[in-house]
C-alpha cells in the first residue's frame, strides 16, 4: 500500500467552471471528463434561466444578455471541448465533427463521455480533478 499518495478531492461545479474561464484561450493540454460536463452543465444552466426569465417577463434584455453570454462562452466552449478531446487521445480537430448532422453530435457525445486515458499521451499530463 503507497501511503505517500493523498486523495484527490474531485472537482466541483465552481472549480471545474473557474478552471474553464482561467483557460479561456488554452487549447494545448488535457481536460478531465468532470472539467467538462461541470462546463456544459453551467451552460445550460446560464441558458435555461436567462430563456425563463424572458418568458416570464418578455422582457428584452434577457434575450439581450443571453446573446452577449452566448458570444462570449464560443471560445471557452472550444477550448475545454478540444482539451477534452486531447485527454481521451483525439486529436482537437475532431471537434468539427459537430458540423456533421446528428450522427456528428453523436459521435462528439460519445468522444466526451470516454474516460480519460489513464496515463500521460502525447497532449500532455493527466489532468488534475
Same mark, same amino acid.
Given at each position: %500500500?503507497?501511503?505517500?499518495?493523498?486523495?484527490? !478531492?474531485?472537482?466541483? +461545479?465552481?472549480? !471545474?467552471? !473557474?478552471?474553464?474561464?482561467? *483557460?479561456?484561450? #488554452?487549447?494545448?493540454?488535457? =481536460?478531465?471528463? =468532470?472539467? +467538462?460536463?461541470?462546463? %456544459?452543465?453551467?451552460?445550460? @444552466?446560464?441558458?435555461? !434561466?436567462?430563456?425563463? %426569465?424572458?418568458? &416570464?417577463?418578455?422582457?428584452? &434584455?434577457?434575450?439581450?444578455?443571453?446573446?452577449? +453570454?452566448?458570444?462570449?462562452? &464560443?471560445?471557452?466552449?472550444?477550448?475545454?471541448?478540444?482539451?477534452?478531446?486531447?485527454? @481521451?487521445? *483525439?486529436?482537437?480537430?475532431?471537434? +468539427?465533427?459537430?458540423? @456533421?448532422? @446528428?450522427?456528428?453530435?453523436?459521435?462528439?457525445?460519445?468522444?466526451?463521455? #470516454?474516460?480519460?486515458?489513464?496515463?500521460?499521451?502525447?497532449?500532455?499530463?493527466?489532468? =488534475?480533478?
Amino acid at each position: %500500500m503507497d501511503f505517500n499518495t493523498r486523495p484527490v !478531492a474531485p472537482l466541483t +461545479f465552481q472549480d !471545474a467552471v !473557474a478552471r474553464v474561464f482561467s *483557460k479561456y484561450a #488554452q487549447f494545448s493540454g488535457r =481536460a478531465s471528463r =468532470a472539467e +467538462f460536463w461541470w462546463f %456544459m452543465l453551467f451552460l445550460f @444552466v446560464v441558458n435555461t !434561466a436567462l430563456g425563463i %426569465m424572458y418568458l &416570464i417577463t418578455d422582457l428584452g &434584455i434577457f434575450n439581450y444578455i443571453d446573446w452577449v +453570454f452566448g458570444i462570449t462562452t &464560443i471560445i471557452p466552449i472550444l477550448t475545454v471541448s478540444w482539451r477534452r478531446l486531447h485527454d @481521451v487521445g *483525439k486529436g482537437g480537430g475532431w471537434f +468539427f465533427i459537430n458540423f @456533421v448532422p @446528428v450522427v456528428g453530435s453523436v459521435i462528439f457525445i460519445i468522444f466526451c463521455a #470516454q474516460p480519460s486515458e489513464p496515463a500521460p499521451n502525447r497532449f500532455g499530463e493527466v489532468p =488534475a480533478n
